[in-house]
């Protein structure tokens, strides 16, 4: 199917790129890292070129999110993964529930499961679904995911924990885009190759003082193991000093502090509300289409950041996105692979154009159209 399918010219959108992380990053990042010239790449992390920038990013996501004096902008190598088995090892004191709805929450909850020192249970629903998290007054970290990235599903509203648990969010896929006040959270983590347009390998984690000084404290009971490169006390001080414990992709916090200034330019609601006014073109669309569904049923969990797109069986997806990518028009929107849906996952992150939202759902009807 699809094998002689060429799109017009005029459908094409103006960037292919619509994939839910890698995402698109601007050119123009590439272009004012290379005005750098000689004094920034291939320069060292534990000097001022490059701690500026960090140091840049950090101020920036304080601007951004409205943070709290007395919160911690904490960053490190490995990426939001990375993170699950550092927040496991050194941030649950005795026990973590866990709100699973799709691939990603379920990675972090079996992450936590494997630590013998302490319990983890799991609130599930199956995916597709979404699930309103709430607190439990037996765990002391709560653990959701703002915005599932295998399904496309949002948290709705967050709960207020008791005193001695600390609200922890794994924001990858939705931090800056879905709502959330970050003001109420303990831990928000994001990696940042996706609503923040850099490369993959990094974490940013975003502490209370309740989290920094639980990471400080735990810290200290030399019981459990914890592998240097987990250190939660290492990430903090380093950090404090704009530094990363070991070293960083000097071009990954670059292409993030780019993306951060522009962001702070428009503003946190203005940037939320730009993702409703994609997400209700691209929802609206795969309403409209007799041969398209949005996968989440319920609109209440339906992310405006990843848009998760069911197709008739009588399409095959994989040949379509085959025909597109051929010829050089749309990259990435395949379904999460473990799901083996018959699916597009859109990206409506900040820098895809609207403009190129409309063209992708016109090029991917036409083509679809072309068959039915
Ligand atoms: C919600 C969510 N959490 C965690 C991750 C893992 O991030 P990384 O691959 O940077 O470790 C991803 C990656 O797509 C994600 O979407």
């Known amino acids: 199917m699809f094998e002689t399918y060429q799109s017009p010219k005029e459908l094409r959108p103006s960037d292919p790129r619509f994939g839910v992380g890698p995402s ?176 993959g390998g990094l974490w940013v984690a975003i502490l209370s003082p309740k989290a920094r000084e639980r990471a400080l404290t735990l810290a200290k009971d030399k019981s459990r193991y914890i592998p240097d490169i987990m250190s939660w006390e290492s990430a903090i001080t380093n950090s404090d000093q704009n530094q990363t414990y070991n070293t960083p992709a000097l071009a990954t916090l670059w292409f993030l502090n780019e993306q951060v200034k522009k962001m702070n330019k428009i503003g946190y609601d203005a940037v939320i509300e730009d993702g409703h006014k994609k997400a209700k073109l691209v929802y609206g669309w795969a309403e409209e289409k007799s041969y398209l569904s949005p996968y989440i049923k319920d609109p209440k969990y339906r992310s405006n950041s990843v848009a998760a797109i069911d197709v008739d069986d009588k399409v095959n997806v994989d040949d379509l996105l085959k025909a597109l990518a051929k010829e050089k028009s749309v990259y990435n929107i395949d379904g999460y692979r473990k799901l083996g849906r018959n699916q597009f996952r859109i990206g409506l992150f900040h820098n895809i154009a609207y403009s190129d939202l409309e063209k992708l759902t016109k090029i991917l009807s036409h083509a679809i159209e072309s068959v039915l």
């Open 24 to 199: 698109l990053i601007p050119l123009e990042f590439i272009d004012s890292l290379k005005a750098q010239g000689v004094h920034y790449l291939g320069t060292s992390h534990r000097k001022s070129a490059v701690k500026n920038v960090v140091k840049e990013i950090q101020e920036g996501l304080r601007t951004y999110f409205r943070l709290p004096q007395d919160y911690s902008v904490v960053l490190g190598n490995g990426g939001a993964t990375f993170l699950f088995d550092m927040l496991a090892l050194g941030m649950v004191q005795k026990r973590a529930t866990h709100f699973v709805c799709g691939e990603f929450s379920e990675k972090w909850f079996k992450s936590s499961k494997k630590v013998p020192w302490i319990e983890t249970v799991a609130q599930q629903v199956p995916f597709g679904e979404g699930i309103t998290p709430t607190d439990d007054t037996a765990s002391d970290l709560i653990a959701c995911t703002l915005n599932e990235t295998s399904t496309g599903v949002i948290v709705d509203q967050f709960p207020k924990v008791h005193d001695g648990a600390l609200l922890a969010v794994d924001a990858t896929s939705g931090a800056a885009q879905v709502p959330c006040d970050v003001s109420k959270v303990d831990v928000f983590f994001f990696s940042p190759q996706k609503v923040f347009a850099s490369d």
